[in-house]
């Protein structure tokens, strides 16, 4: 399976945008980019995922390099209760992998207020 | 909707006890998964099922057993508990093909001494 690779933590300031980097150098065609955040105490929630073009929703943007080798989950403003473990994760297609994830240690992201 | 939920919030267990860890969820959903989650870490599949009747093994299946009798409910049995065991568990579920998106539940934190 592809991995990927996270920072360990980031830390932003409350109210502006938040960049979470995430390295997928093995990546296939197939690959779906999923990303999914766990709250402290929490189950993950999922975010965002995308295959091939940039996706917008009402909790993030997903930012997918040309190349897919790399992807970007964008906060657009940051509030206290986005601090989280922010996973980046990659899916294969339903027949190879009947949607199993597998989850890296993630980026925790810390919120200065 | 409740969504998935699970019982019992948290549990303290004796080496060579024996549980079970319910998971049900309201959704309709085919596909449900156990994950289990230690500390600092990414989460780590246990076992997973994509229909009533049908499960099969993830990542990390020894020491532990499923079923899947109904659409509803997907019991995790631990056998014989080890201190390997102590962990946070969460359950998920996923609707139909063509939908990404997990579900989870708020988890088990299991302890065994």
């Known amino acids: 399976d592809a991995k990927t690779t996270q920072p360990n933590s980031m830390e932003s300031n409350e109210e502006e945008p938040v960049h979470l980097p995430c390295n997928h150098s093995?990546?296939?065609?197939?690959?779906?980019i999923h990303w999914y955040r766990q709250l402290p105490s929490q189950g993950p929630e999922y975010v965002i995922h995308?295959?091939?073009?940039?996706v917008n929703n009402r909790m993030a943007s997903l930012a997918i390099a040309e190349d897919r080798k790399s992807s970007t989950l964008i906060l657009h403003r940051a509030t206290l209760r986005d601090a989280a473990v922010y996973y980046c994760?990659?899916?294969?297609?339903?027949?190879?992998?009947?949607?199993?994830?597998?989850w890296g240690a993630g980026t925790k992201l810390i919120i200065k207020p | 909707n409740a969504g998935v939920t699970q019982t019992p919030k948290f549990r303290i267990l004796k080496i060579g006890q024996s549980m079970t860890l319910q998971c049900t969820q309201d959704?309709?959903?085919?596909?449900m998964y156990w994950y289990r989650q230690d500390p600092g870490m990414g989460l780590k599949l246990i076992y997973y099922?994509?229909?009533?009747?049908?499960?099969d093994k993830g990542e990390v299946p020894n020491g532990y057993n499923v079923s899947r009798s109904t659409t509803e409910d997907f019991p995790l049995r631990l056998e014989l508990a080890a201190p390997s065991q102590t962990s946070v568990y969460f359950c998920?579920?996923?609707?139909?093909?063509?939908?990404?998106?997990?579900?989870f539940g708020p988890g088990t934190r299991l302890t065994v001494l």
């Open positions: 959704m309709n959903h085919n596909y």
């Open positions: 093995t990546i296939s065609g197939t690959d779906y």
């Open positions: 994760i990659l899916r294969g297609p339903h027949m190879d992998s009947n949607y199993q994830l597998i």
């Open positions: 995308g295959l091939t073009s940039n």
């Open positions: 099922s994509v229909g009533a009747g049908i499960t």
């Open positions: 998920a579920s996923k609707g139909q093909v063509g939908t990404d998106t997990q579900y």
